[in-house]
């Protein structure tokens, strides 16, 4: 779990980042539709991001 420091600093990269209109990549194994992933970072973040993404789920065994 992300403290509540973690979030801000998070928040504020992505906001950053969607002001100057620079693309992130983000990677992850946390639901996005099941709120898993906003449960973990945060609603404002997760709103962000949204705002600026494009989703691709890829499903497949796992290799490790």
């Known amino acids: 779990r992300l403290t509540d420091w973690g ?3 998070l928040f504020t990269l ?3 980042r969607y002001g100057r209109g620079l693309p ?3 990677t992850t194994n946390l639901g996005v539709k099941d709120g898993t992933l906003e449960d ?3 609603s404002p973040a997760f709103d962000r991001l949204a705002a600026m993404s ?3 789920r890829i499903d497949g065994v796992s290799l490790r």
Do not use: Q
Request: hydrophobic letters at 40%; zero cysteines; glycine letters at 6%.
């Open 7 to 9: 979030r801000e600093k």
């Open 14 to 16: 992505l906001n950053e």
């Open 24 to 26: 992130v990549v983000v």
């Open 40 to 42: 973990h970072i945060g």
């Open 54 to 56: 494009e989703t691709f």
